[in-house]
């Protein structure tokens, strides 16, 4: 088979003729050829270039090549220059990973103004072998083993790697063939990087003992797919039964989870979807049997120990039902209210406002949790000596079902203290043998 003709079937077997795409060029072999097949057979495109301003007079080169060539076929063209330096200082982060997050942003950005259906990009057969390597070394599970996906999601926005697996080799003597323009880039010869290391030192010493080794790695990751193809069929049906979604919120059921051995293999595949890694999914092993409100978090989310549950909501407050307070907060924001927290003034009316509650500081335990109420959440109403249901009070309160569904419980170690901009619990209300007080308001949303 012909070079251009396993590319041609490369793109036919994954783009559609009647979409525009735009694909990632950085001048350099792989992509220029992606660029070029893509071109002679027809397909709409868009094409993105990063000048991350790293390699001087290079980078430039590097964006007039692609430029031309996208002047000389008609093709929609643009670039950007980023101050790559400038942002991995500012995001701690290294140079590899900032300028992936800088890419990825734009491409979406191009994206979505343009209305472009996916972004393409030039990885094959070798950047797949080389990704498995780098995993087994870095520790992976069976999603490690299978490597990069044809089609995959980045910031929501569709990724497609139509030449995925097509050899190197191949993409070579395409680009000879055809004549296609491209640039070498100086740093794929250094060793700095560990992809670098794995392409130009690793994996030829293996293959050097044993030819074997790129064809057999490679129907080996066709194996762990089809084996993770399975797994992930399994691992979504249990967790269907053992996790619930409330609105924004995932709870996991803990004595569903109990049942599941090894249980820290199966908490790790329910929170893995939201950005927690192995290493996090043992931290929230620490916390299955401690108080309510302790939390594992990363930076879009939260895992709160609330019962007989893991709840996942959002980092942001105010998209969460679950809310952790420390004992050094001044103000937390909610859904749709904010609560301020401080001491009282000496002359506040202990009755005038429900919307504000006066509790005695030492009979509170933090952090405390604030969050939507419950069927089966019970508090001693403020001047009662008897336990009442919440459900029960909102309904003696005459309170409307769409308020009913916005209110929240504040706790205090599984006891809730207060019903907010209602009543608070009786076993924290002042008495005269209190020293520190609690001040809290809630300020409604309009």
């Given at each position: 088979m012909s070079k251009a003709k396993s590319i041609a079937l490369a793109l036919a077997a994954n783009?559609?003729?009647?979409?525009?795409?735009?694909?990632?060029?950085?001048?350099?072999?792989?992509?220029?050829?992606?660029l070029h097949g893509?071109?002679?057979?027809?397909?709409r495109v868009a094409v993105a270039h990063c000048n991350y301003q790293l390699r001087g007079e290079d980078s430039n080169a590097d964006q007039k090549l692609v430029q031309d060539f996208c002047t000389k076929w008609q093709i929609d063209f643009y670039s950007k220059n980023f101050d790559t330096l400038a942002f991995i200082k500012e995001h701690k982060v290294g140079i590899q990973e900032g300028a992936r997050m800088l890419r990825y942003s734009y491409f979406q950005e191009l994206c979505e103004a343009n209305k472009l259906a996916?972004?393409?990009?030039?990885?094959?057969?070798?950047?797949?072998?080389?990704t498995v390597m780098m995993n087994i070394c870095r520790g992976t599970g069976l999603d490690g083993l299978?490597?990069?996906?044809?089609?995959?999601?980045?910031?929501?926005?569709?990724?497609?790697r139509p030449l995925l697996n097509l050899d190197k080799q191949l993409i070579q003597k395409y680009i000879a063939a055809m004549q296609v323009p491209y640039r070498d880039d100086a740093s794929n010869s250094k060793t700095d990087y560990l992809r670098n290391q794995m392409r130009l030192l690793?994996?030829?010493?293996?293959?050097?003992?044993?030819?074997?080794?790129?064809?057999?790695?490679?129907?080996?990751?066709?194996?762990?797919?089809?084996?993770?193809?399975?797994?992930q069929a399994h691992i979504s049906k249990q967790l269907h039964k053992a996790c619930s979604q409330r609105g924004r919120e995932l709870y996991l059921h803990l004595n569903a989870f109990k049942k599941l051995q090894p249980i820290s293999q199966w908490i790790y595949e329910a929170i893995k979807p939201y950005g927690f890694s192995y290493l996090q999914s043992q931290e929230v092993m620490k916390i299955l049997d401690a108080a309510n409100g302790k939390m594992v978090a990363n930076d879009k989310y939260r895992i709160v120990k609330q019962d007989d549950f893991l709840v996942i909501t959002s980092a942001e407050s105010a998209e969460s039902n679950h809310i952790i307070i420390e004992h050094s907060a001044t103000e937390v924001a909610a859904a749709h209210f904010t609560l301020h927290l401080n001491a009282p003034?000496?002359?506040?009316?202990?009755n005038t406002n429900p919307n504000i509650a006066l509790l005695d500081a030492a009979k509170l335990e933090y952090p405390l949790l604030l969050r939507i109420w419950k069927e089966g959440d019970?508090?001693?109403?403020?001047?009662?000596?008897?336990?009442?249901?919440?459900?029960?009070?909102?309904?003696?309160n005459k309170i409307p079902l769409l308020q009913k569904e916005k209110t929240y419980v504040l706790e205090s170690n599984h006891k809730i203290v207060w019903v907010v901009g209602m009543r608070i619990d009786n076993r924290v209300k002042i008495t005269d043998s209190s020293k520190e007080v609690l001040r809290l308001e809630a300020k409604w949303k309009d």
């Open positions: 783009l559609s003729k009647s979409k525009k795409y735009l694909v990632a060029v950085s001048g350099g072999m792989d992509s220029m050829a992606l893509l071109v002679v057979n027809g397909y996916a972004v393409l990009t030039a990885h094959h057969a070798a950047d797949q072998l080389e299978t490597g990069i996906k044809i089609e995959s999601k980045i910031n929501n926005q569709l990724i497609v690793v994996i030829p010493a293996i293959e050097n003992a044993d030819p074997r080794f790129t064809k057999t790695m490679q129907g080996n990751i066709d194996n762990w797919t089809n084996v993770n193809t399975i797994y003034n000496k002359t506040e009316n202990l019970y508090f001693y109403p403020l001047g009662m000596d008897k336990k009442k249901k919440v459900g029960r009070f909102l309904i003696d």
